[in-house]
Structure formats: C-alpha cells, structure tokens
C-alpha cells in the first residue's frame, strides 16, 4: 500500500512563493515517476509538473512553466513542487502522484498515476 501526503499548502498573496511537499510511504519511491496536478472549483484536474524517478528530467504545464519547479530526494523519499510568482488563477487543491509506469507519454493525464494523495489548498489573493 502506497501512502501519499502532500503539505505546504495555504493562502499567499499574488507575486509570493509556497514549496508544496509530498511525502511518500514503502520502500519503492525511487522506482516511480512522480506527478503534481491540480484541481480549481468547477474545473478537471490539470497536469502541473512531473519528473522522473530518479530526478534527471522534468515536464511542466505551459501555464507553471519559468514559475514553478519540480524536484525530489529520494532518501527522504519526498517530492517537492516550489511555486513562485504565483498568480490567482493558481488557486486550487494541489495533489501529488505516483506512477510505476516509468515516464510515459501520458504522464500528464491522470489516469496514467496509480496512487494520489488527499490534496492540499493553495489560495492566491490578488
């Protein structure tokens, strides 16, 4: 059983940082490529970030692209999303993601992950 809890989430003005982190269960998070998405009120959930399982490559929306990183350690077996310059529209729940699968083409959908945590809220005020 993989178990996925993300933090660091809360309500930041436009223009400020905020470092989501996702902290993963089982003895195996070196062998998954790991995802960040989000979901705002009354939208689908939407691919953020992705990287690799061991660190060296990394995807990013066109929208989070220049403004947010990706990275992970995988002897603390942790995945971190850094948010800069966030801007309003940024506001959701953000959930990380684990997937066995390797790095697939379809990692910026969903349904490609097998494991999500339970999502934290990111509020940007303008």
Do not use: H
Request: net charge positive.
């Amino acid at each position: 059983q993989v178990q996925l809890v993300e933090s660091g989430g809360g309500l930041v003005q436009a223009g400020n940082s905020l470092r989501l982190s996702c902290a993963a269960s089982g003895r195996t998070f070196s062998s998954w490529s790991m995802g960040w998405f989000r979901q705002a009120p009354g939208k689908e959930r939407e691919f953020v970030a992705a990287i690799t399982r061991s660190g060296g490559s990394t995807d990013y929306a066109d929208s989070v692209k220049g403004r947010f990183t990706i990275s992970r350690d995988n002897a603390k077996n942790t995945v971190y999303l850094q948010m800069n310059s966030l801007k309003p529209q940024d506001t959701a729940v953000y959930y990380c993601a684990a997937d066995r699968g390797g790095w697939r083409d379809t990692r910026v959908q969903p349904t490609a992950y097998e494991y999500w945590g339970q999502g934290t809220q990111v509020t940007v005020s303008s």
